[in-house]
Structures are given as structure tokens and as C-alpha cells.
């Protein structure tokens, strides 16, 4: 069973920075694309950034492009998300999550959560003033 868990959050001040981490295990990383998925009070989870199997694609959200940068490390089956320049408006429940290949065995980079199969429980980041 594939088990993802985040780490890494915490209260900061706007202008500082975290480094988020995803440890997985039960199931082939190098094969999964990526992605860090974020949930604020009262809104819906959105896409934040994404990352293919090897790494040579990403994306990320308008909202956080120029400050977030999203890294993988094969070798140790983890996921990373380096958060700069933080806002108030940053503030939210970050969940990595986990997909594998499209029905005709290709792989891609989705930035939506419905093709997600596997989510972590979620870290804190709470940005003040």
C-alpha cells in the first residue's frame, strides 16, 4: 500500500521561507509523477506545483510561481517543496499526492486532483502578518 506523509510545516512570518518533504513507501516512486496540493480555510484544495517521474517537468499555480520550487529525490523516495517569499495568503493544510500512468501506460504530469490516486494526511503552514 502506498503511503505518503508530509513534513516540514509550521508558523512562520510572511517574507520567510519552509522546505516541505513527502516520505513515501509501498510503492515505486521513480515511477509516480508528483505533486503538492494545498487547502486553505473555507476554499477548496487547489494545485500548488507538480513534478514528473524523473523530473525534467513541472508545473506550478500562477500564485506561487517565482517563489516555490518543487524537487524529487529518486534515491531516497522523497518529495520536496522549497516555499519562499511566504504570504498571509499561503496559509493552508499542504498535502502531497501521488499518480502513475495514464490507461494507455504513458506517463504525464496532471494538475488536477482527480487524477491523483494516492495523498498524503497533510502539514500545517501558517503565514502571519
Known amino acids: 500500500q502506498v503511503q505518503l506523509v508530509e513534513s516540514g510545516g509550521g508558523l512562520v512570518q510572511a517574507g520567510d521561507s519552509l522546505r516541505l518533504s513527502c516520505t513515501t513507501s509501498?510503492?515505486?516512486?521513480?515511477?509516480?509523477?508528483m505533486g503538492w496540493f494545498r487547502q486553505g480555510p473555507g476554499k477548496e484544495r487547489e494545485f500548488v506545483a507538480g513534478?514528473?517521474?524523473?523530473?525534467?517537468?513541472?508545473a506550478y499555480a500562477d500564485s506561487v510561481k517565482g517563489r516555490f520550487a518543487i524537487s524529487r529525490d529518486n534515491a531516497k523516495d522523497t518529495l520536496f517543496l522549497q516555499m519562499n517569499s511566504l504570504k498571509p495568503e499561503d496559509t493552508a493544510v499542504y498535502y502531497c499526492?501521488?499518480?502513475?500512468?495514464?490507461?494507455?501506460?504513458?506517463?504525464?504530469?496532471?494538475?488536477?486532483?482527480?487524477?491523483?490516486?494516492?495523498w498524503g494526511q497533510g502539514t500545517q503552514v501558517t503565514v502571519s502578518s
Open positions: 499526492a501521488a499518480h502513475g500512468v495514464d490507461s494507455q501506460g504513458n506517463y504525464f504530469l496532471s494538475r488536477s486532483l482527480a487524477a491523483y490516486e494516492y
Open positions: 513534478i514528473s517521474w524523473m523530473g525534467s517537468k513541472t
Open positions: 509501498g510503492g515505486a516512486f521513480s515511477t509516480f509523477a
